[in-house]
């Protein structure tokens, strides 16, 4: 049976083993964006990471928090991710620092309404079926007066893979450029065209938008030049992330025998203009965050 279409690919081990693949932040980007999350809320105001992937951010977050000890609780519904994050927690120290819910994050938001000072998301909306319910539910979680933080990476490998189509950022890497207009144009061959989410994950204005018409506002943006770093990458990579589908854009309305057909059509465009797949290569990337409160 194919799992293409599962709701949490993230469940599937090799969708998890291979999620840090195009996506290395370095620690400094990562310990800027966490202080961030914690200065945003009051003195041992209660945070919930909601989604914490493999949990890099995580562990750098409760690293962190070991000075102001606010209390941390993180969700997310693949025990696969939760695995890796722990095994980080783990190897710093940390985990008893923070408490790790292995449960749907909608059915978690339900029974803890009211509960939480401020909610940090990035990136998890494209997972489920009903986007607006999420942001519905983090909202009904929310003690008066608390505060929503969530951000996306602008780069073009982020923008590029997801189908976003303005021109943020430039086409830094050509290459990077042709395959993607290329996958796209195949699996429109295909019939199978892609069809870009309407909360994707490298672009969270949408989601900000949302919550203002909800009554939110936005306190702060991040400084352009706060989070800005070198997205490194190789083709290889990306290309194992389309035939192996380990982001969900790769699997959207697809099975494995056309995901396998379009890495090899890649291959032979690769070939065909001799571009190389395993040089390192690099584009400018920035992590852009928004803290939010009600105004109501």
């Given at each position: ?15 998890a ?121 983090i ?15 602008e780069?073009q ?26 996958y ?37 943006v ?75």
């Open positions: 049976m194919d799992t293409e279409n599962d709701r949490n690919i993230y469940a599937i081990n090799q969708v083993g291979g999620y840090d693949l195009l996506r290395d932040v370095p620690e400094a980007v990562l310990d800027e964006y966490g202080i961030n999350i914690l200065g945003a809320t009051s003195p041992q105001g209660m945070i919930l990471e909601a989604g914490f992937g493999t949990g890099r951010l995580l562990a750098r977050l409760a690293f962190q928090n070991r000075v102001s000890g606010h209390p941390l609780v993180a969700v997310d519904s693949s025990a696969a991710m939760a695995d890796l994050a722990k095994q980080k927690l783990v190897a710093a120290g940390l985990d008893r620092s923070v408490e790790v819910v292995t449960q749907d994050l909608v059915e978690y938001l339900e029974g803890h309404r009211g509960q939480f000072d401020l909610v940090h998301f990035k990136a998890i909306l494209h997972c489920f079926p009903e986007p607006v319910l999420v942001l519905d539910k909202t009904s979680s929310l003690k008066s007066g608390g505060k929503i933080v969530t951000g996306h990476e780069s490998v982020e923008a590029r893979i997801e189908g976003l189509l303005r021109p943020y950022p430039a086409a830094d890497d050509q290459d990077l450029e042709m395959i993607l207009k290329h796209f144009e195949l699996r429109r061959i295909m019939g199978k065209e892609f069809m870009p989410r309407l909360f994707p994950a490298g672009d969270s204005q949408n989601a900000v938008a949302y919550l203002q018409a909800k009554g939110y506002v936005v306190e702060k991040s400084d352009d030049q706060t989070m800005n770093f070198t997205r490194q990458f190789r083709l290889a990579d990306l290309l194992a992330a389309i035939g192996g589908g380990t982001f969900g854009v790769f699997r959207d309305g697809l099975v494995t025998a056309e995901r396998e057909t379009l890495y090899r059509q890649l291959l032979e465009f690769c070939h065909s203009h001799n571009i190389d797949r395993e040089r390192v290569r690099a584009v400018p990337a920035r992590w852009r965050q928004y803290v939010l409160v009600s105004a109501l």
